[in-house]
C-alpha cells in the first residue's frame, strides 16, 4: 500500500509515541505479513533517527493455534529466556496487529493459552515496565469485515482516529485527570448497570497517544474491595480467539459473583477462574477519542469509544496500582450513549455519552 498516511502514522509512533533516539535498540514486532508497508517505514524512520540497531519480527496466529493445540506439557511450560534476555536490551518496543481473521484462535485450546500465558508474562512484564513502548494495528480486509467497512472506508476511520494532534487531546484530558484525583465516589447507572466503587487516593492517569495507537481515554482503578452492583456490557468482546457479548457481571465486595454471557458462560468463567485476581477488577476508564464512535470488534479501538467506559476484570497497570494481580487484564466496553451516566460524588460528569460538567465540555466532539 503506497499511502502517505503509513508515514504520518509511523512519525506519530517514532516522535511523539516512544521518542526514538539516537543510540536506541528498537524491536518493531508485528503479527501478520499485512503489516510490511508500516513495519518498512518505522524501521527507515527509526535508522534515521540514529537507533543503534533496529529489530523486526513477524508471528502469524495460525501458528499460534497449532502451537495451543499440540504443543507437549514440557513446551507450554518452556520458558524462551533468549527473548527475555534481547527484551532487557531494547529501549523502544513498536507492536503491529495485522491479523486478518480475528478468530484464528477460536479453536486453539484454551487451557493451553492461559498456561503459556503465565509462562511468558515476565517478558511482557518488563517490556510494559522498561522500555518506550507502542501498541498499534494496521488495516486489513478482515478487520474491514469485522467493522462492517469496506477496506477504504476502514482506512480513512482507523487512520483519522490514529493521525491527530496528540499534543492537544493530552491538554484537552489534563481536566478529565484533575477531576479524577479529587474524586472519592464513582457511580454508573445505564441499562441493566448500576456500579458504585471508590477511587480514592488512586490517580487519574492519561492516555494520550504514548501506549496505544488510536488513544484516548483516562482511566483509573477502583479500590479493590470497593465495587458493588452490576453492568451489562454491550460491546462485543474477543478473548483468547472467542467472542463473548452482552457480558454481565455482578460484584460483591469487590469481587465478581456472578457472570454470564449468553451460550458461554462456561468459557467466560474459566478465564475468570485463571487466578484469583481475575475476579477482581484492575481499571477503570472513560473514553474519549472523537475519531471513534463505534465499535469495531477491536478492542484497541473500542476501548477508545467516545461515550464509553471500560470496566476490566483482572490485571491493574502499575501506574494505578490497587494491589490486584493476575494473568488476565480484559477490557469490557459499555457505551453510555442515549441511557448512561457518570457521577463523580455528587457530581454529574456525562450524561447520555457526552460530558456536561463545565471543564469538560471542549472534549466533546465537534457536531
Sequence with gaps: MNDPRIARLAEVLVNYSTRVKKGDVVLISASGFEAAPLVKEL???????????????????????????????????????????????????????????????????????????????????????HTRWVITR?????????AKMSLEEYEDYLFAACCIDWSQESRKQDKLKKLMDKADRVRIVASDTDLSFSIKGLPGIKCDGRF??????????????????????????????????????????GKIVKATSPGMDGELNRILDTDPGARYVGEFAIGVNPGITEPMRNILFDEKIFGSIHFTPAQCYDECDNGNRSAVHWDMVKLLKGDG????DTTLIQKDGRFVHKSLLDLNPRD
Aim: proline share 5%; with cysteine; aromatic share 14%.
Design 212 to 253: 496505544n495507537i488510536p488513544d484516548g481515554e483516562v482511566f483509573t482503578a477502583p479500590v479493590k474491595e470497593s465495587v458493588e452492583g452490576h453492568i451489562t456490557y454491550n460491546c462485543p468482546t474477543l478473548y483468547q480467539g472467542k467472542e463473548f457479548t452482552s457480558v454481565r457481571l455482578e460484584f460483591r465486595k
Design 138 to 146: 494496521y488495516p486489513t480486509h478482515g478487520a474491514a469485515q469485522e
Design 43 to 129: 524501521y527507515l524512520q527509526c535508522l534515521g533517527k540514529g537507533a543503534r540497531y533496529v529489530e523486526y519480527d513477524f508471528s502469524l496466529p495460525e501458528l499460534s493455534r497449532h502451537f495451543y493445540n499440540r504443543a507437549s506439557r514440557e513446551q507450554l511450560t518452556y520458558f524462551p529466556q533468549h527473548k527475555l534476555d534481547f527484551m532487557k536490551k531494547v529501549n523502544v518496543f513498536i507492536a503491529i496487529s495485522a491479523g486478518d481473521n480475528s478468530m484464528a484462535l477460536a479453536k486453539a485450546r484454551q487451557e493451553g493459552m492461559i498456561e503459556y500465558a503465565k509462562v511468558v508474562r515476565p517478558i511482557s512484564d518488563w517490556r510494559v515496565e
Design 341 to 344: 451516566e457518570i457521577w463523580f
